[in-house]
């Protein structure tokens, strides 16, 4: 298997347009992850689905965050309008295990600049 | 409120040489406690795992310990080689939701 993929690696964007970044995860995993990695608070779970349904959006900041999992190997993170404190590492992670606390699988991350 | 701190927040040592990290947690009650390495620009890998009976665990050169009563765990990485430069984080779980708490990470830079 290739891991987890996530595109685009790197986003520079302009604040006020939207965002969408993609994610496929490993196959065969239910579980899937969004987190958030900034220098200041390091890794911040943002969501996560289980078998394409969302368990636990506590994670998302603000109204501007939605993620979506059409099927199973494929899941969207969208910031809409964006604005310059979203930018950040984005990661997507999938698991065989319940919850967070199995071993989790990342894919190389997005890189998110909104000026 | 579940915390994860980890210790030091950045290290540097020569090639060859042994280094320990360190962390604390106050998350109750325990699941697991999971060792990621984090390459820059890279997505953390996990490399190893300790659950509540587990004392110690290698992975190569690299051996993690958990004391579940004081609720620390240790990293000891041995014979440090250039490519052990990464960010190395620490992550609890507890046994009730299932969810994990990130510590910051130590930053370890090898110099040859």
């Known amino acids: 298997d290739a891991g987890v993929i996530q595109s685009p690696r790197h986003e520079v964007t302009e604040m006020g347009q939207e965002v969408t970044l993609r994610c496929k995860p490993i196959?065969?995993?239910?579980?899937l992850f969004w987190y958030r990695q900034t220098m200041m608070r390091g890794l911040e779970l943002l969501i996560y689905?289980?078998?394409?349904?969302?368990?636990?959006d506590s994670g998302m900041p603000e109204d501007r965050f939605s993620a979506k999992m059409p099927n199973a190997s494929f899941s969207t993170l969208k910031i809409q309008p964006s604005e310059p404190r979203d930018s950040a590492v984005y990661f997507c992670a999938s698991s065989l295990e319940t919850g967070d606390s199995g071993e989790l699988f990342f894919g190389e991350g997005s890189r998110l600049t909104v000026l | 409120k579940n915390q994860v701190e980890q210790s030091p927040q950045s290290l540097i040592i020569l090639e060859g040489k042994n280094c320990t990290l360190q962390?604390?947690?106050?998350?109750?009650?325990?699941?697991?406690l999971r060792w990621y390495k984090q390459d820059t620009g890279r997505g953390p890998v996990s490399l190893t795992i300790m659950t509540f009976s587990e004392n110690t665990k290698s992975n190569g050169r690299y051996t993690a310990t958990l004391d579940a009563d004081t609720k620390q765990s240790s990293l000891h990485i041995t014979a440090s080689q250039l490519s052990d430069s990464a960010s190395y984080i620490c992550v609890v779980s507890d046994a009730n939701a299932g969810k994990s708490t990130f510590g910051d990470g130590t930053t370890l830079t090898v110099k040859p």
């Open positions: 962390c604390n947690y106050t998350v109750s009650p325990f699941s697991n």
């Open positions: 196959s065969g995993h239910d579980y």
């Open positions: 689905f289980n078998n394409n349904v969302p368990i636990d």
